[in-house]
């Protein structure tokens, strides 16, 4: 097979091995059936007790010299300090989930910051217990991955390497990592091929790679899907395109069509050659509880395999809308009152915001990410969040861990704000969320069965409502799109047209429909000429 990439890095084990690419920028988890989580000082006392059970588990499988770095481990899980300093954190106010996290990841700075590579190594192994303490918080014990595999990533965790059967072959390519780390030791133990310092490199899942950690070297080799380009229509000159989303009204103007998701799993069913993109995730679904909130890697996980499925085209990503009546399992006194929520909520909770920031920050490297916020009402709200972004920007610069700062804009759902919209200057994007704006402007609650009566009535209202909000965008000339269930409905084509929206996100369900429907419109929203 043709080699089409030959990558310099720095060997940390001898030897060459050939596999499929196995993408780890993160530990994989599994999925969990247990998704209440008890918050507390004892349910993190359990299950760092959970965690040393594991850990000796492992020990009593491993040589001596392996046996010595998860001793290191179990060491600083018992170490009093580590529990002090949660314990304090807790005292002062934080979720006792998002204190264990801030005493590891100051920990971890710490040892990213020192001056001698070896201590600088040691960090790897602290993020492996903080994780593997998140996991057993949330039920989801740590996965393996193919035997055969070469493992690609950031850095790798040495009980991660101790727990995989590497009988079958396979190997190791870092991104960063480091030849004095436990890995490296632990790979030249049992002599697995091991590079580190590659820098970051694009290579597909399951595409053959080869680790010649004897040259120094990372093998690419482009496999079937990596030479699969998105289809694209040639359209004479003056015709407007009809695929990736991009279709035409009846007069010749073009309009985006994206989708909705809760769950990447939503996308096995879509195929992406029929959406402009995503135009709205809705994180909260991914991130269920307090664990998975507190869990970098894990939400990374998830916006890379969005990411993936995208490919170019962009991917909005709306953070944490919690509160009110979307409440997170396993916070502590979580807030009773409906009007914290959203971004309000992130920011009187800054720990659950930089962990999701930094998740977003890193994961914007792997496609074309925009980050959305919720619930903003005032123009100070979207400059603190930006300065929060940067903040964790500038943390993962000092670390020397690769991230972007994407656009970042708002959802358009709070009355005052829509109307103040022309104000939001430092917003790089709008969407319009019609749900909400629908349930305040009609004074009623999404969360009661009768609540559906008053959409149908409210829609010209809501729709006039709008037109002025679209005027105001248009004068800061910022992007805008609408993603709520407005933009769902076929029968309130005419009138979004109108007002000049030409980005509809809608429900994967209801692509077909939306479509066939503006085809058949003009750009004014009147019926094209014999319809």
């Known amino acids: 097979m043709a080699e089409t990439d030959r990558l310099r890095a720095t060997s940390a ?55 010595d770095i ?135 899942e399951g595409d053959p790679i080869r680790v010649d950690a004897d040259a ?77 909130a507190a869990n970098e890697e894990k939400q990374l996980a998830v916006y890379h395999r969005v990411l993936k499925w995208a490919a170019d085209r962009p991917v909005t990503i709306r953070m944490l809308d919690i509160g009110g009546d979307k409440p997170l399992t396993g916070l502590d006194d979580p807030p009773a009152a409906a009007d914290l929520r959203g971004v309000r909520l992130l920011l009187t909770r800054p720990e659950i915001a930089r962990v999701q920031a930094r998740a ?16 903003v009402t005032f123009p100070s709200e979207v400059d603190e969040m930006r300065r929060l972004f940067h903040e964790e920007a500038a943390r993962l610069t000092s670390r020397g861990i690769s991230h972007l700062v994407p656009p970042i804009g708002m959802m358009v759902e709070v009355p005052i704000a829509a109307l103040m919209l022309d104000t939001f200057e430092t917003a790089d994007f709008f969407s319009f969320g019609t749900n909400d704006l629908t349930q305040y402007l009609t004074a ?13 009535p409210a829609a010209p209202a809501v729709l006039r409502f709008l037109k002025g909000a679209m005027r105001l965008a248009t004068q800061v000339g910022k992007p805008v799109s609408i993603c709520g269930s407005i933009a769902s409905d076929p029968q309130r084509l005419p009138g979004l047209l109108a007002i000049g929206l030409r980005h509809f996100s809608v429900a994967p369900e209801q692509l077909r429909a939306i479509r066939s429907a503006i085809v058949g419109l003009r750009a004014d929203g009147t019926k094209a000429v014999g319809d």
Not at 27 to 56: C, F, H, N
Not at 255 to 275: C, K, Q
Not at 367 to 375: E, F, K, T
């Open 444 to 456: 009623s609650a999404r969360d009661r069965a009768g609540s559906q009566m008053y959409l149908h």
């Open 216 to 292: 120094g070297a990372v093998v690419i080799h482009a496999g079937d899907a990596a030479r699969v380009s998105h289809r694209t229509i040639l359209t004479p000159a003056g015709q407007c395109p009809c695929d990736n989303g991009e279709i035409c009204t009846a007069d010749d103007i073009r309009v985006l069509l994206s989708i909705n998701i809760n769950d990447a799993a939503e996308l096995d069913a879509v195929d992406p050659a029929t959406a402009a993109g995503i135009g709205l995730m809705r994180s909260e679904f991914a991130v269920s509880s307090v664990a998975d």
């Open 13 to 67: 084990s001898a030897g060459v091995a050939h596999g499929p690419a196995y993408l780890a920028e993160l530990p994989g988890v599994a999925p969990s059936s247990q998704r209440q989580i008890a918050p507390g000082y004892q349910a993190l006392m359990d299950a760092i007790e959970t965690s040393i059970r594991e850990l000796e588990g492992l020990a009593g499988k491993s040589d001596a010299e392996s046996r």
């Open 360 to 375: 977003l920050l890193r994961a914007a490297v792997y496609g074309n990410l925009r980050v959305m916020l919720p619930m």
């Open 70 to 204: 998860i001793d290191f481990q179990i060491e600083v899980l018992r170490d009093p300090t580590i529990v002090e300093t949660t314990e304090a954190r807790m005292n002062a106010g934080e979720n006792s989930i998002f204190a264990w996290v801030g005493t590891l990841d100051d920990y971890i700075g710490e040892l990213e910051t020192a001056d001698e590579e070896q201590v600088q190594a040691r960090a790897v192994d602290i993020l492996d217990i903080k994780n593997r303490v998140l996991c057993a918080l949330a039920g989801t014990p740590v996965a393996d991955f193919p035997a055969g595999s070469i493992f690609v990533g950031r850095d790798m965790e040495p009980s991660r390497f101790l727990a995989h059967d590497w009988s079958a072959g396979g190997g190791i390519a870092l991104f960063n990592g480091s030849a004095a780390g436990h890995v490296a030791l632990l790979a030249r133990a049992k002599s697995i091929p091991m590079v580190v310092g590659a820098g970051r490199f694009a290579v597909s």
